[in-house]
């Protein structure tokens, strides 16, 4: 039976705090996935220093990450949670890979000129190599369905390409993956320009709220949301605004746009923002009071990522050691 679970893959990198966008549109998603798919979720703390980080930041939010996971629901008992770099697997792998991938490949990915282009000229070999190391996480667990924001499709589609050349020169050893796209799998929009993502990178604080936000703080930030002059609560894309924070109330609360709509009829949007507010709130009050008791109960959380690595570490080892044999590595 255990057998035959489809392998989901996916994780968040600790570069910045984590956003209502990674929640609504990642963590609570994976939730509903982990009784019919055999699951690994990692920190992906190795990604995050493609870009520099403050070394007390990055120890902070990879526990903080973890502990999010749990207080979102997802069962250590029955997924793999842990932390990429307590998987040697993942550095060993993805050089192995590095010699499989080409320049060229690399270079065309949308993420890498983007980031590189604001960078003011000092970008790490590791951003460029970031598809490489993602392709490793992926591929060692023989991962089928990988469930990723649009923004990290071409990745994904490189490390599709990687496993497909490997097996072409070496022999079978790397499932296909491939993006799991779940039907409520919402994109949340800055709430200052809702033509952008919501990011944690961003500077105007005002665009995101942050998962471990304090109420007043996420009523302040909704309150303040961009919307426009026209007053009524319709989904199109004339109003992107008032578009994301129906998407934040039908993604929370699991109603329609036409519910949404009639119920707003008439109303004007200080009631619409009011409702939008306290549905935010009253998702992440309880998850973020369990993510304090998590993370200030450290052994426990220690024996979580312990047994997590292990598993992942059995897992991983075995098509490492495949790879290795496979490429004329002496077996040690
Ligand atoms: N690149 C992903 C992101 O920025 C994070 C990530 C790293 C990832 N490795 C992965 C996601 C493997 C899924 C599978 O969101």
Known sequence: MEESKKVIFSGVKPSGDLTLGNYLGAIKNWVKLQEEYECYFCVMDLHAITVKQEPKDLRRRTLEILAIYLAS??????NTLFIQSHVPAHCEASW???CCTYMGELSRMTQYKDKSKNSGGSISAGLFNYPTLMAADILLYQSNLVPVGKDQFQHLEMARNIAERFNKTYSDTFALPEAYTAKAGAKIMDLQDPTKKMSKSEKNVNGYILIMDPPE??????????????????????????KNLMTILMTI??????????????????QFKKDVAEAIVSELEPIQVKTKE??????????????GSDK????????????????????R
């Open 312 to 331: 992942a570490s059995y897992v991983s080892n075995k098509t490492l050691r495949k790879m290795q044999k496979k490429m004329g590595f002496i077996p």
């Open 217 to 242: 703080v996420i009523r302040k930030k909704v309150n303040r949301a961009v919307t426009d002059s026209l007053g009524v609560v319709k989904y199109n894309d004339e109003q992107l605004g008032v």
């Open 294 to 307: 998590y993370i200030g109960n450290k052994a426990y959380l220690e024996g979580i990522y312990k047994k």
């Open 73 to 78: 629901g997802i069962d250590p008992d029955k």
């Open 96 to 98: 192995l890979l590095t």
């Open 253 to 270: 609360n699991n109603v329609t746009i036409e519910e949404i709509e009639n119920k707003y009829q008439g109303l004007g949007y200080s």
